[in-house]
């Protein structure tokens, strides 16, 4: 039944004297190339009364650097037709350009001088600046929607506030007010580090060539101390956890959160297919049942939060107007408890498995993406070459895997839950 | 921590390379009879397909008093045909490993789904039974409508929807584009399987019919699958759109959407703008580009950068068969509101004063250009572009030909299409937030028209 090709990406991995790995995907058929480079550091290296700094920190560095000016970075990038952006998770913090190939210098030159040359350009003017432009994400994508505190609330239940995967990634509205120049700079110097870095091109280059830019731009920057990997203890969970938020929302929603297996372990991905079997598509068992049979919500969906320590599984269902938000939950654990008994039909997991294996090749179809999913795999796994493998991977897994998973860890005593009520509601 | 010095000459950007040419890929497109034609890019090596099957339809159709008909009816047509219940069509899309996607825009309707290039034929099979076929069973349609309403609710409590409705409703009056898309609790609620079937017939079912295949496949196989299904879908040439009425006048307004707990406000500043096929589209894109449509483009570096109001503000023409609106959108801190609307109508006024110098154009449609190729490196992206030529009735060759039109465009061009096309003499703005916080700082522009959408579920 299985017929997609298998994906065969031509890739290198080299090293700079200095630690920073270096990955070269050369595919010529457009003349683009995507710079994308991963520092291995996330909000889970921050001090505990700091949250939202390497989220600011990441902001700071489209600021300029010694040779770059203010607004420059983007100027440059887009003025020869380039996009770029960066993005902070709990575990790393992304760069990336997509330019046209005959610009690749350019991009080497962006991302060597932040990484090599950014302090003499950080002002506190800058960080003022910046701290406000937070502070209005925080209130565009958190306070002010609908919904909007709840995954910071549910990250608090599942971790604790002892861990840092229970502080949001973007920080608590004090902390960003609170974060200091010498804060960020000290940030720099710990984590900001060719031998805490990779590296990847994907594109339109010859590899040697590629790779002798690459020489030149951040081979004369020095490796810093070796960064330590902490695993910041988890504390057990002793028992359900529960909390109601009000909000001024019209629909109830009740999210479920449970630990799953770290991305570095390859159990994550378990949680990964159990999601996609159960929650993915209008007939998977969830979705058809209270969406569609019962009609007791707007919609279900389930995913898998990929982090390090732990990854988070997450379950979320919109209740129907007039639908009692219990009779949600009580339909979800029913399915999450039938989980851990009963095997997935082989036809179930044949289609989740497709559908997984489709997107995959999907998503590869840009540069970006393959650079993105190469950066991923060389910081955790120090292998490019499982861009190809991780199909596989998926392959391997049986319905016995996934009840293993929701037995070991979907139990009603593991769970978090987190309903959000309209005003007035909580009873 | 000492940095060692550099091994390259930091202190300019490095010259580049020459750069390689690109062309927009190649598409053939057969008449299938029946006014149906099938548009077809090859890309051999992808190992995958994707299709859009473009009907004639979309929202720009809705009657009065049944706004969010073409939607729910789109909606439907993968809930049922003559030999497969609504679950074994999903079954059978998912069991295929892709997708069935519909969506419904003002101009049209698409199916689309994506596969591995080895189940395009069975994909295509699917799509063509669901286009063609569709029987609006009574509980689906029950269903679904229940759904929608229920997302209709939901909606009321976003600010961005509430901003969208009202700026909508103030561009557009009570003319089609003033309604919504999927439309409204009362209109919704009073649509029957009746009327469904009647715009399948009328409307999807009618010509032009197009699909449009990108990826994998081989041409003349996919010709002779697709010829007698497409044709089949088709009977006659539906009647031609509704010309668009005529856009409310006025001057400057400012219209609150009272939110009194809201922490921050959800800011549209705009006006009725020009139809996608007005020969001074591509100009007003580049000015807009310019105005709002990257990181350094002035609302951008004025707003965000220098004065910290916003984390993100962009402007954009919509592009419809219809004028449809230029936008400034924006979530800007409360306190800020008043000074954030006065700078945009600034910029609005000196983009209308004075040409741009060249070198802040030449960047403009250098960035235009250069992010063309990025934009079609997926199937998914090829085919949006032949959906826009289709869609909009623009010349075949619309995409070989765009890079000269965006090289073309020079700064006394932005600054005619900026006298034509930007009104800040008669701007709508729409602010979503505590109306008390809000009101001394907007008064200054128009006496505000408040919306309080706790009491009324539609803006007056």
């Known amino acids: 039944m299985i017929d997609l090709p298998r994906p065969n990406h031509p890739l290198e991995l080299r090293t700079l004297d200095n630690g920073l790995r270096v990955v070269l995907h050369p595919d010529r058929s457009l003349p683009l190339v995507a710079v994308n480079l991963w520092y291995h550091v996330g909000s889970k290296n921050e001090p505990a009364e700091r949250s939202g700094l390497a989220h600011l920190f990441e902001h700071m560095l489209f600021q300029g650097s010694q040779h770059v000016g203010t607004n420059d970075h983007f100027r440059y990038v887009q003025q020869v037709g380039g996009v770029a952006n960066g993005s902070t998770s709990f575990d790393r913090t992304n760069y990336y350009e997509t330019l046209p190939s005959h610009c690749l210098e350019l991009g080497l030159w962006l991302e060597s001088d932040r990484m090599g040359f950014l302090l003499p350009a950080m002002t506190a003017e800058k960080l003022e600046t910046q701290r406000e432009v937070v502070m209005n994400e925080r209130r565009q994508r958190v306070d002010n929607q609908p919904y909007g505190r709840a995954f910071e609330r549910l990250h608090e239940l ?16 004090d902390h960003i007010e609170a974060a200091t120049l010498e804060e960020m700079e000290t940030f720099f110097r710990s984590y900001y580090l060719p031998n805490n870095a990779v590296l990847t091109l994907a594109g339109d280059f010859d590899v040697d060539a590629a790779f002798a830019a690459v020489e030149r731009y951040f081979g004369g920057i020095e490796r810093g101390p070796r960064v330590e990997r902490g695993r910041a203890p988890l504390e057990p969970i002793d028992g359900e956890r529960r909390d109601v938020l009000e909000d001024h929302v019209e629909l109830a929603r009740v999210y479920m959160g449970y630990r799953a297996p770290g991305v570095v372990a390859d159990g994550w991905r378990t949680a990964d297919l ?154 | 921590m000492s940095r060692a010095p550099a091994t390259v000459d ?29 548009w077809a890019a090859r890309k051999p090596d992808a190992g995958l397909v994707h299709f859009d099957l473009v009907l004639p339809g979309g929202a720009a159709f809705d009657p009065r008093g049944k706004s969010g008909l073409s939607s729910l009816t789109a909606a439907l047509l993968d809930e049922g045909t003559s030999s497969r219940s609504s679950h074994e069509i999903a079954a059978a899309a998912e069991r295929l490993g892709g997708y069935l996607d519909i969506r419904t825009s003002w101009d049209s309707v698409t199916l689309a789904t994506g596969v591995a290039a080895g189940r395009a034929g069975t994909a295509l099979e699917l799509l063509l039974e669901v286009a063609g076929d569709p029987t609006f069973p009574q509980d689906e349609v029950v269903r679904l409508r229940q759904r929608t309403l229920a997302e209709i609710r939901r909606r009321r409590a976003v600010p961005a929807s509430l901003a ?153 023409f919509g592009a ?93 061009d932005i600054r005619r299409v900026a006298r034509d096309h930007l009104h800040p003499d008669r701007l709508t703005i729409v602010a979503v937030g505590p109306e008390q916080a809000l009101r001394p700082q907007l008064e200054p522009f128009a006496e505000p028209i408040v919306w309080r959408p706790a009491e009324q579920p539609e803006p007056a």
């Open chain 2, 10 to 38: 930091r202190s300019v950007p490095p010259v580049p390379g020459s750069p390689r040419p690109f062309r927009f890929p190649r598409f053939e497109r057969v008449e299938l009879g029946g006014d149906a034609a099938l």
């Open chain 2, 164 to 316: 969208a409705r009202q700026f909508s409703r103030a561009l557009y009056g009570r003319t089609v584009f003033g309604r919504p898309l999927t439309g409204t609790a009362e209109s919704v609620a009073a649509l029957e399987r009746d009327d469904l079937d009647a715009f399948y017939r009328e409307r999807l079912a009618a010509a032009p019919v197009t699909l449009i295949a990108a990826g994998d496949f081989d041409p003349a196989e996919l010709r002779t699958s697709v010829r007698r299904a497409l044709a089949g879908l088709t009977r006659r040439r539906g009647e031609p759109q509704p010309a668009p009425e005529p856009p409310v006048p006025g001057g400057v307004r400012v219209y609150l959407v009272d939110r009194p707990q809201a922490t921050q406000t959800e800011l549209r500043v705009g006006h009725v703008g020009l139809p996608r096929r007005h020969p001074d589209f591509v100009a007003a894109s580049v000015m807009s580009s310019l105005l709002g449509g990257k990181f350094t483009s002035r609302l951008n570096l004025n707003l965000r950068e220098r004065h910290g109001f916003t984390y993100s503000i962009y402007s954009r």
């Open chain 1, 274 to 427: 159990f999601a996609a079997a159960w929650a993915h598509g209008k007939s998977s068992p969830l979705y058809r049942d209270l969406a569609h049979d019962r009609q007791l919500v707007q919609d279900v969906v389930a995913w898998v939060l990929p982090t390090e320590i732990a990854a988070t599984f997450v379950v979320v269902a919109t209740a129907r107007p007039g639908v009692d938000i219990e009779r949600v939950e009580a339909a979800l654990a029913e399915h999450l408890d039938r989980a851990a008994t009963e095997p997935l039909a082989g036809v179930e997991l044949e289609r989740a498995r497709l559908r997984f294996e489709t997107s995959y090749l999907d998503r590869l179809q840009t540069l970006e993406h393959r650079a993105e999913t190469l950066s991923r795999m060389t910081t955790y796994h120090d292998e490019p070459e499982r861009i190809d493998s991780e199909i596989d991977r998926y392959r391997g897994l049986t319905a016995d895997h996934l009840v293993e998973f929701a037995a070991g860890s979907l139990r009603p005593e593991q769970r978090s839950l987190l309903r959000v009520v309209p005003r007035g509601e909580a009873g």
């Open chain 2, 320 to 412: 419809r068969r219809g004028p449809g609106p230029f936008t400034i959108a924006s979530a800007v801190a409360t306190d800020s509101a008043g000074r954030a609307v006065e700078e945009i109508r600034g910029e609005l006024e000196r983009l209308r004063a004075e040409p741009p110098t060249a070198a802040e154009l030449d960047e403009t449609r250098s960035y235009m250009l250069g992010v063309f190729p990025y934009t079609v490196e997926s199937l998914e992206g090829v085919s949006r572009r032949l959906r826009e030529i289709a869609v909009h009735d623009l010349p075949l060759d619309y995409w070989d030909r765009y890079p000269a039109a965006l090289e073309a465009v020079t700064p006394t």
């Open chain 1, 158 to 173: 599942v971790y604790g506030d002892s861990h840092p995967y229970g502080r949001p990634i973007i920080g608590y509205m």
